[in-house]
DNA sequence: GTGAAAGCGCTAACAT
DNA sequence: ATGTTAGCGCTTTCAC
C-alpha cells in the first residue's frame, strides 16, 4: 500500500507472496498459466509493494516493448491531433503504449526523429504522409517491424497505408464548384512545404484542366495556415485585380479566415464569391454560412492504423497494402 | 550503409571499428572522453552498421531513460496540445524523449496511464492540473523524480508546479466586465467533469460577490466544449428569459459559438449582450467583432515545466515550489 | 502449474 | 584514453 524509497522489483513481489519470481511475471503477463490462489496471493503482493514492472528489462529480454511510435507534422493542428487520438486510444486498449512525436513538416527531422523513436525498440511505426527521406526508408527496412503511413496513398508503400487521396478530394471539390455554375476558381494556399498541400493543389489543378478552364494560384507563400492568413489571403486577392467567382483554400481555416474578411468587407458570400476549405474542421460546420469542404478520416486513420498493427502483430494476415478511407465532399452554405 | 535483418549492437560496431564495447558507448555519449581518431572510426562504423542504440539496454543498466512521462487530458484541445509541443521541443533540445498520454480528464485513467507509463522508467513526469488521486501521489512519491504540475496552481504541489490561476483569471475578467457597466453577467459553462472549470466559474461568482451581484451559473452539462455548443448555450439563454447584460464562457470556442448565434438571431454584440470567453485562441482574435478573453500561457507552461526539469536532472538546484507564468485579460470588441 | 538458470544489450565501476 | 568485468530486472528455455 505504501510507496517505497527503493525501487520495488519483481523478486520483491515475488518474495512477498511466496513465489518464484517467474511465477510473477506469468502472473502479470499469462494470468491463465497461473493457479488461482497463487494468482491472487501474486496481486495481493502487488498491491502491498506498490509495484510497478520494469519495462526496459522485459523489452531488453523480450525484444517486445509494446510500444508503437507514431510521428505527425505538428500537434498544434487538431486535425492531426484526431489522428493520434485515434491512434492512442485504439492501441492502449489492445495493451500499447503510443509514443507520439512532430516533425515540424520537415523529412529531415522526420528521420533524425525516427533514429531516436527507434531507439525504445517500438514493436511498430507509424508515419503521416508517404514523403520520406530515402535513409528512413533503409531504417525502417532493416527491421521487419511493421510500418503504417497515413493521410495519403502511396503506390509504394514502405509497408501499409492508411489514408484518401487529397489530389481526388481536392479535385473533386473542384468539379463540385464548376457544376454550380462558377468558372474563375482560384486555389489558395502553398505548395511549398508539405506534400499534401502540393497534392491539394495538383488536384484543383488536374479539375480546372479537365473542365478546360485556367489554373489560378494563388500563394500564400511561407505563412501559418491560419484563419489570419485566410483573411489576408483575401484581402490579397481583391487587391490583385478583380475577384473570382470561386475560391478553393488548402484548409478550412483558410476558408474560414476569408469568410470573415468578406463579412468585413461586406462581400456576399456566396453571391459575390464563393468559398470551400478543406478537412471538415468543427467551424467549417458551425459558420454562417457554413463552409463548403472536404470532410477527411482524421481519428478514422488513426484507428485503422492501430487495428492493422494489432492485428499483425498477433500474427493474424492480412493482406491489403492500401486501404483507403476516402473522403467526402460536402457541399454547404458557402458554395 | 545499408539496413540489416538482424538487429545491429553496439558490440557489432565495436568489432568493425576495431574497439571495445564500451569505447563505442562512451564515443556517442560522452564523446569528449574519446580520442578523435576513435570517435572518427566509431562514426564511421555507425554509419556502416545502420547502427541504432538499445535504449532499453541502455536504461536498465543506468537507470536514466531520458524519457519524460506527460499526460494531458486531451490532444484535441488544440491548447493543451500547445503545451505539449512547447514540451516536446524543449526536451527534445536536451535529447530528453516525451512520451505522451492522454487522460480524457478522468482522474483514475490519469492514474492507471501513469502506471503504465512509470514501467518505462520515466526520468520526469509532469501531470496536467493539481487534482490527482491519493494513490497518483503515492505511484510518484516513490520513484523520487522530478514531478511538473501544469495549467494550475497549488498549496500541496507534489513537487513542482507551473501555471497560472484559473480562478483569478475568471475573476478579474469578471471585474473588467462589471467596470464596462454590466451588472447582469452570467457565467456558462460546467463545474462537472473538470476542475479548471471549477475554478474559473468559482473566480466568477467571487467577482460577482465582491461586486454585490448575485451569480448566475447557465449549465452546459456533459456537452463537449465546443462551438456549437456554445451556439445552442446562447440559444438557451434566450429560451430562459431576459437576456443578460454579459455572459462569461468557460473558453472561446463556446464564446464564439454563442458570438454565431447571436448574429444568426440578430443581436448586436455587444450592444445587446456582451460576451467574453477564456483562453486566447486565434478564432478569438481573428473573430468580428474580435472576443474579449483571459490569455493564458499554453506553449509557455511547457518550455518551462521541461526547464526545470532539465535544470534538475542537470544536478541543478531549484528551490522556487511554484511558478505563476500568469494571465492577461484581453479586452476586445465583444465586450 | 511451478521453478532454476541463463542472458537480452547496454553502461558503471574498476582496471590499465 | 581505452579495456575488462559484472550485472541492471526481467522473460525465455528447459526442467520437473
Known amino acids: 500500500m505504501t510507496a517505497r524509497a527503493a525501487p520495488v522489483k519483481m ?8 513465489v518464484a519470481t517467474i ?12 493457479s488461482p490462489q497463487v494468482l491472487a496471493r501474486v496481486h495481493a503482493a502487488v498491491e502491498a509493494t506498490g509495484y510497478v514492472p520494469n519495462l526496459a528489462a522485459g523489452t531488453l529480454k523480450s525484444q517486445r516493448s509494446r510500444i508503437v511510435a507514431a510521428i505527425v507534422p505538428t500537434l498544434r493542428n487538431s486535425i492531426f491531433a484526431e489522428t493520434a487520438e485515434g491512434l492512442a486510444e485504439a492501441l492502449d486498449a489492445h495493451g500499447y503504449q503510443l509514443l507520439l512525436a512532430n516533425s515540424g513538416y520537415s523529412a529531415d527531422a522526420e528521420e533524425r526523429i525516427l533514429r531516436n523513436l527507434l531507439g525504445q525498440q517500438p514493436d511498430a511505426v507509424v508515419l503521416t504522409g508517404t514523403v520520406h527521406t530515402p535513409r528512413l526508408r533503409e531504417l525502417l527496412s532493416g527491421r521487419r517491424i511493421p510500418v503504417v503511413e497515413t493521410w495519403d496513398l502511396s503506390d509504394q508503400p514502405i509497408d501499409r497505408v492508411v489514408g484518401f487521396s487529397n489530389l481526388q478530394g ?3 471539390l473542384t468539379h463540385a464548384l464548376a457544376a454550380r455554375g462558377h468558372r474563375r476558381i482560384v486555389f489558395v494556399g502553398t505548395t511549398d512545404n508539405e ?9 484543383y489543378c488536374q479539375a480546372m484542366h479537365e473542365l478546360g478552364l485556367a489554373p489560378d494560384v494563388f500563394e500564400i507563400g511561407g505563412q501559418p495556415v491560419s484563419i489570419g492568413t485566410g483573411a489576408r489571403a483575401l484581402a490579397g486577392l481583391l487587391q490583385r485585380g478583380p475577384l473570382p467567382d470561386a475560391a478553393c483554400f488548402l484548409n478550412d ?22 468559398l470551400a476549405g478543406f478537412g471538415d ?3 467549417a460546420r458551425e459558420a ?10 482524421g ?29 467526402e465532399v460536402v457541399m454547404r452554405d458557402s458554395a
Open 195 to 203: 506534400r499534401r498541400a502540393g497534392e491539394r493543389c495538383a488536384g
Open 253 to 274: 481555416y483558410l476558408a474560414f479566415g476569408a469568410l470573415l474578411e468578406c463579412q468585413r468587407q461586406g462581400l456576399a458570400v456566396p453571391g459575390r464569391i464563393a
Open 281 to 283: 474542421f468543427e467551424i
Open 23 to 34: 511465477t510473477v511475471s506469468r502472473a502479470l503477463r499469462t494470468p491463465q498459466r497461473v
Open 170 to 172: 481536392s479535385r473533386q
Open 11 to 18: 523478486s520483491d513481489v515475488a518474495r512477498h507472496a511466496g
Open 299 to 327: 481519428y478514422a486513420m488513426g484507428q485503422v492504423a492501430a487495428r492493422l498493427i494489432v492485428e499483425r502483430l498477433a500474427g493474424k494476415a492480412d493482406d491489403a497494402k492500401e486501404i483507403d478511407l476516402g473522403f
Open 288 to 297: 454562417s454560412p457554413s463552409i463548403t469542404t472536404v470532410r477527411v478520416p
